[in-house]
């Protein structure tokens, strides 16, 4: 595995650097205190061209893979989690699923204006009574004539407010229980679609999440996404590539929270000197440094791994559970280090430790990683390195 960024790559993180800095910047805190989601700023970023790195240029994305969608998120995660949040929804869990299961004929219907930013996309898997048993849905669809009546709600689908198009998966063959699943792309401004207002949250504020209810909506059969009752398998694998590559929003959050503690600890000074000088905070900067460090090799990790190989879930859950939970566990030492300070909403600190929060529970929760993780070493009775 090459670590070393190539010349494009760094190119890229650059654009997406003076990107998120320039256009991004300035909105952030407004996104944080008022719960506002930057359309504008989405179209710019759409017209640069990188909402859609995993896409081939014939539908108007990149081409360039998961390596270039992780520097992504993990730049723009520095100034905006929650604007990374929502891209990753819009460009991994929707765009890149359609890339991988969809026909030709659909991926020409729906992927240039997702690829452009014309239209905002979600994935629905989410109810109020499956969350972490995910294929446990109620959602069902059923066929009339020439489409589907989908039936059902879904919850907190992020970008569900504001998009125009979502992946949704309900049960086509109730009787077949977890394998009964189908995948429909569905256009959210279909009679009997409607949607709860966007839902007050803790972090990740500005990326909107939302509900969505279907009564009888009428979805055509050609917008069956994959094969009728295998939509278990697009939900695992798209789980696994959601989970490496939004593992690199986490990333981007422990480095920003480790820079802005220690530009403070050198600036600080109590009992005459820096207090970046007592060995507690010492302690504390060379730990973040440490995490930090293991986080950036893990999602890299797992990114290559996706990239050779899209049934490896272990790595992603791996990658994904370690950078979530350090990442809050770095914003939190971050804001210590910051004392007062850091518990005020103008040093940013606070603010990456209730957007890191999200993490360690959407795209599976940690102790659902950890299942994953033991299940398959129980399963294989070894470690890979044995
Ligand atoms: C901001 C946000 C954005 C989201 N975006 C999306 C989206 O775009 N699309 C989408 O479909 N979903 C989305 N989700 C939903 C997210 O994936 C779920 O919240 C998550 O999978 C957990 O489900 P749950 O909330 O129902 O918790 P539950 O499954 O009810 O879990 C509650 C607790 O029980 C634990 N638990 C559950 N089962 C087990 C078990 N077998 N062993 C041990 N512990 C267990 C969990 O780890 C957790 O601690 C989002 C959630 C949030 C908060």
């Known amino acids: 595995m090459n670590l070393q960024f190539t010349e494009e790559e760094l190119l890229i993180q650059e654009t997406v650097r003076q990107f998120a800095e320039n256009s991004l910047d300035p909105v952030a805190e407004k996104m944080d205190k008022e719960d506002y989601w930057p359309n504008d700023v989405f179209k710019e970023f759409g017209e640069l061209g990188l909402l859609a790195p995993t896409i081939d240029e014939k539908y108007g994305g990149s081409g360039l893979g998961y390596r270039v969608q992780a520097i992504i998120l993990e730049e723009l995660a520095k100034i905006s989690p929650a604007f990374a ?39 629905a898997l989410t109810e109020p009574g499956s969350g972490s048993d995910a294929l446990g849905m109620n959602s069902t669809a059923r066929i009339e004539g020439d489409y589907y009546i989908l039936n059902g709600s879904k919850t907190f689908i992020t970008n569900a407010p504001l998009a125009k198009i979502a992946i949704v998966y309900a049960k086509t063959d109730p009787n077949l229980g977890s394998k009964g699943v189908s995948a429909f792309l569905v ?114 990790w797992a990114i290559n791994e996706l990239e050779l190989n899209h049934s490896n879930n272990i790595a992603p859950a791996s990658s994904i559970l370690y950078a979530a939970e350090k990442s809050t566990q770095t914003s939190l030492q971050a804001v210590q280090i910051l004392g007062g300070y850091g518990y005020m909403r103008e040093y940013k600190v606070e603010k990456l430790a209730r957007d890191a929060k999200l993490l360690e529970i959407g795209a599976g929760t940690s102790e659902i990683r950890r299942l994953i993780i033991a299940n398959r070493l129980i399963r294989d009775g070894k470690y890979p390195w044995d």
């Open 187 to 300: 256009d959210l401004d279909s009679e009997g679609v409607s949607r709860g207002k966007a839902m007050d949250k803790m972090g990740m504020r500005g990326s909107k999440t939302g509900e969505l209810f279907f009564d009888n909506v009428r979805v055509p059969l050609e917008n069956l996404m994959g094969v009728v009752n295998h939509g278990h398998k697009v939900v695992m694998s798209g789980l696994s590539a959601e989970r490496a590559v939004l593992a690199a929003i986490s990333l981007g959050i422990s480095e920003q929270a480790s820079k802005l503690a220690l530009k403070y600890a050198l600036e600080r000074n109590q009992f005459g000197q820096k207090i970046a000088d007592f060995q507690m905070i010492k302690e504390k900067l060379a730990n973040m440094f440490v995490e930090t460090q293991a986080s950036k090799l893990l999602v890299y």
């Open 85 to 123: 949040l929502s891209v990753g929804a819009h460009s991994n869990l929707t765009l890149d699923n359609i890339n991988r299961n969809a026909t030709e004929s659909q991926k020409q219907r729906f992927l240039p204006k997702l690829c452009s930013g014309e239209w905002v996309g979600s994935l």
